[in-house]
């Protein structure tokens, strides 16, 4: 087993700044490539430290805020444009970097970008439910309309 310290969050392993334990094979060929971990030692405490001040300032405070904010933003629709072609098929896809500022845009609390979970690419038109993790205990379903540019 690994001892690893997380720079990201992964889902069902851990939040930035939490030492974990894994197998050998998991640490080294895909947390520490993707840079998602580092190796536990014992001068990298000081970047756990860091790591979790870091988290404290972007998470939302309490548990009733994240309440609100999922109440605001299942409320009403995102919309996102992008470029597309006449079959409805976009350039590209559409980011959960795009989906975060298009949530700030529509007059709700900024989101991380990395909290935005999409299922499956978003590569045509149309309305899609994506979910946005605001707190450990809260999540927000919201629906996202992508039109055309």
């Known amino acids: 087993m690994a ?3 997380l720079t990201h969050e992964v ?4 939040e930035p700044g939490d030492v974990v334990e894994v197998k050998d094979g998991y640490a080294r ?3 520490v490539p ?4 580092t190796p536990w030692t014992k ?3 000081k970047d756990v430290t860091a790591i979790r001040l870091a988290r404290k300032r972007r998470e939302i405070a309490s548990l009733d805020d994240a309440k609100a904010i999922r109440d605001s933003l299942q409320s009403k629709a995102v919309v996102v444009t992008a470029k597309a072609g006449e079959s409805g098929r976009l350039f590209g896809h559409v980011t959960t970097a795009e989906i975060a500022e298009a949530v700030k845009k529509s007059g709700a609390p ?3 970008k990395r909290k935005v979970e999409i299922g499956q690419p978003i590569k045509a038109l149309g309305e899609y439910q994506v979910s ?3 707190h450990a205990d809260v999540a ?3 629906t996202v309309k992508v039109v055309a540019a």
């Open 3 to 5: 001892k690893i310290i």
């Open 11 to 14: 889902t069902g392993l851990g």
């Open 29 to 31: 060929n895909f947390l």
């Open 34 to 37: 993707r840079n998602l971990a």
């Open 43 to 45: 001068g990298a405490e």
């Open 110 to 112: 900024q989101i991380d």
């Open 132 to 134: 946005v993790r605001l």
């Open 140 to 142: 927000a379903t919201v």
